[in-house]
């Protein structure tokens, strides 16, 4: 029995390390090779100890898990209407997402009635890692009911069409041919066998304005992500306009990369070079350690022996919170901490203590802790805040509400009898999109974004300290 545990705790440290690198920077993917392993783990022989079990292919999100039931509005959980315009209207919804844009015709399509309109999302729910796409359903839950406390999209009200894929990739599948016949499109779906409904949405020919995880899905052309994925060789993962900001600012010249010894690291590492090559920092070391470790006092030394200043990792919040401890403990820290997108969590604030002093990362949106300086920063949490009370903000929250938005004004803009194809056709013209929210990024043409913030810890908190005002830094 304790040998059985000890397998599972390993499978379980190696999923999680998969799971986050999906985010180490704008672009990362998860490899084949680590979406199999997992696979193989999961389907391993015993009794689920996660509650979803073997049987049935319903899928749907059971309504204890805080998700939206099919069929069920998402603005019934907003609590009414108070303070549904707090900070204004954000920009992802001029010119089609507002109550008054239009008005709903008398047409009805898949998805579409005159007085509603469905959203469909298939995400990793239960499973190996419960929980694991949560925050993000709960961004495109807390966006719905903002908008519906306005009155909803052309007239009509939005609701969210919700299944668990269960961390199956057949059951993502079956999840997204189902839906994609009562849905106008799909929005905010994250999970690490995407791969299984990316055929589905192409012979439907359905949008899906996701992030995406597995190279079938990221490539797929009705793949719309809010963070987009640049396809092309030695793009690297876009980085190096924040690399290039740390080194005009910290006088940074020698990096190091730290990633856990999968296949999604050492992809990963390598793009991270690149970034780093571009920025003009060399890069003296680079660190491979097994997804089960978690005592990197040895690499802590050694970096601090070379006089690394930036260290970029590609690890779960596990590992980065012990490398920043083992800084701690060896009494060094470089100059620029940046640990990756995938920090950015208060769980990360939590775990390394005062260790997480420093860290920093590159965004491509405005975080919560924004809401002083930027208006619809606050309407994100009032809204989030009311749908998933006490629920971390985290990465993949912010890009759900994002991709939430996206779908709105794109349903907007295709007029009063929207259509799945419609929606599709306006999803093509975001090759310069932007909100209060997000900077400009080229949805259809899958391009890395060219701006972004930088946000440190500081006493505790995320802060941003680049740009000073409230817009982005552009490069």
């Known amino acids: ?18 799971l986050a690198t999906l985010t180490a920077a704008c672009g990362s993917r998860l490899s084949e090779d680590d979406r199999e392993r997992a696979i193989a783990a999961r389907s391993g022989g ?9 049987g049935g292919t319903d899928g749907a999100a059971s309504p204890d898990d805080g998700a939206v039931a099919p069929g069920v509005d998402a603005g019934t959980t907003g609590g009414g209407t108070t303070g549904g315009t707090t900070g204004g209207t954000t920009g992802g919804t001029t010119g089609g997402g507002g109550a008054g844009a239009c008005t709903p015709g008398s047409a009805s399509s898949t998805g579409v009635s005159p007085t509603e309109v469905k959203v469909g999302n298939v995400s990793q729910l239960t499973g190996l890692v419960p929980g694991f796409a949560q925050t993000s359903v709960n961004g495109v839950k807390a966006y719905f009911a903002y908008m519906n406390s306005k009155g909803g999209v052309c007239g009509r009200k939005l609701s969210l069409v919700q299944s668990d894929d269960r961390f199956q990739a057949a059951t993502n599948r079956s999840e997204t041919e189902k839906l994609a016949g009562q849905v106008i499109a799909f929005a905010g779906s994250l999970s690490v066998v995407d791969d299984g409904g990316a055929p589905i949405l192409q012979s439907k020919n359905i949008a899906d304005i996701s992030v995406a995880t597995t190279p079938p899905r ?32 910290r006088g940074i010249t020698k990096g190091a990369i730290f990633y856990q010894d999968v296949a999604t690291g050492v992809n990963q590492s390598k793009n991270y070079r690149i970034d780093m090559e571009k920025a003009g920092i ?11 470790a978690t005592n990197f006092r040895s690499q802590a030394t050694d970096m601090k022996q070379k006089g690394v200043e930036v260290v970029m990792t590609v690890a779960e919040i596990n590992a980065i919170s012990n490398l920043a401890r083992a800084f701690a403990d060896v009494g060094y820290k470089p100059k620029a901490p940046f640990y990756g997108a995938q920090t950015y969590s208060q769980k990360f604030i939590k775990l390394a203590g005062a260790a997480a002093e420093g860290a920093i990362a590159g965004m ?6 924004d809401a002083p300086s930027v208006p619809a920063m606050k309407t994100f949490n009032d809204w989030y805040a009311r749908v998933a009370p006490g629920a971390d903000v985290d990465f993949f929250a912010v890009l759900g509400w994002v991709a939430a938005e996206i779908a709105v004004k794109a349903i907007g803009n295709a007029g009063p009898d929207p259509t799945q194809a419609k929606v599709i056709a306006e999803l093509k013209k975001f090759t310069n999109y932007e909100s209060e929210v997000v900077s400009p990024i080229n949805i259809a043409g899958k391009k890395i974004p060219k701006c972004f913030e930088v946000v440190e810890v500081q006493n505790g908190k995320w802060t941003k300290i680049h740009p000073t005002d409230a817009g982005f830094a552009c490069v």
């Open 1 to 18: 029995m304790q040998a059985g545990k000890s397998r599972r705790g390993r499978t379980l440290v190696a999923l999680l390390l998969v």
């Open 46 to 54: 015993g009794s689920s100890t996660d509650g979803s079990g073997d």
């Open 218 to 249: 990221t490539e797929a052309p009705n793949n719309f992500s809010p963070n987009p994925t640049d396809p092309t060789p030695g793009a690297g993962n876009g980085q190096d306009k924040v690399l290039t900001y740390l080194k005009q600012t």
């Open 282 to 292: 060399q890069v003296v070391g680079t660190y491979a350690v097994a997804p089960t």
């Open 364 to 369: 491509i949106f405005h975080v919560a802790e």
